[in-house]
């Protein structure tokens, strides 16, 4: 082979693999890094035994005012002393009403019932609302004394919120005070 063209060719195979070796990637561990592997949680707890818990009391109903909830009364019917019921003056009333909460709020302690009209027949004016969770049916109870002089009386009373708003239907007491008869001797 003659020496001029041998030097040649090595100078274009030089020329050809630098050219070929900086036009191609070498790193592949480079791009193989920017592949993204999510993490996994290992599932390594285990449940305590039962028998190591501590004893406690169940802890006492108390509901409490959520925000954002709604707040309903629903009358659903007199328990005691229907409409009308006759007593003689000064007897002592047990009213009972059936309601259910169908509000989302849970009614506790800082609820109230209060008087809206009519006579309080003994009665403080403004009382505790009974607590009870949204969607269930509780029994709100007042007592009363027939007042002292004949005729028809009524009681109305309106669950209020902790704020002050009044909510829900109405509830009544309506009653006739009739002298009893005297006894003849």
Same mark, same amino acid.
């Given at each position: 082979?003659?020496?001029?063209?041998?030097?040649?060719?090595?100078?274009?195979?030089?020329?050809?693999?630098?050219?070929?070796?900086?036009?191609?990637?070498?790193?592949?561990?480079?791009?193989?890094?920017?592949?993204?592997?999510?993490?996994?949680?290992?599932?390594?707890?285990?449940? @305590?035994?039962?028998?190591? @818990?501590?004893?406690?009391?169940?802890?006492?109903?108390?509901?409490?005012?959520?925000?954002?909830?709604?707040?309903?009364?629903?009358?659903?019917? =007199?328990?005691?002393?229907? =409409?009308?019921?006759?007593?003689?003056?000064?007897?002592?009333?047990?009213?009972?009403?059936?309601?259910?909460?169908?509000?989302?709020?849970?009614?506790?302690?800082?609820?109230?019932? #209060? @008087?809206? +009209?009519?006579?309080?027949?003994?009665?403080?004016?403004?009382?505790? @609302?009974?607590?009870?969770?949204?969607?269930?049916?509780?029994?709100? #109870?007042?007592?009363?004394?027939?007042?002292?002089?004949? +005729?028809?009386?009524?009681?109305?009373?309106?669950?209020?919120?902790? =704020?002050?708003?009044?909510?829900? =239907?109405?509830?009544?007491?309506?009653?006739?005070?009739?002298? #009893?008869?005297?006894?003849?001797?």
């Amino acid at each position: 082979m003659n020496p001029i063209r041998a030097r040649k060719i090595c100078a274009f195979l030089f020329l050809y693999l630098i050219f070929h070796a900086g036009c191609t990637e070498s790193n592949h561990s480079a791009r193989a890094a920017t592949y993204f592997v999510p993490p996994t949680l290992a599932v390594t707890a285990s449940p @305590l035994p039962l028998s190591t @818990l501590p004893a406690t009391a169940a802890p006492a109903f108390v509901p409490t005012l959520e925000s954002g909830c709604s707040n309903l009364l629903a009358y659903i019917n =007199d328990i005691t002393i229907p =409409d009308g019921t006759i007593f003689a003056p000064g007897e002592n009333i047990d009213k009972r009403w059936l309601v259910e909460n169908q509000g989302t709020c849970n009614w506790n302690n800082r609820y109230s019932l #209060r @008087l809206t +009209g009519g006579d309080p027949m003994g009665s403080t004016t403004a009382q505790s @609302l009974t607590p009870a969770l949204a969607g269930s049916q509780t029994v709100i #109870r007042i007592p009363f004394k027939a007042p002292e002089g004949q +005729g028809k009386y009524r009681s109305a009373w309106q669950a209020y919120t902790p =704020d002050g708003v009044p909510f829900g =239907d109405p509830i009544f007491i309506v009653i006739e005070v009739v002298p #009893r008869a005297a006894s003849t001797p």
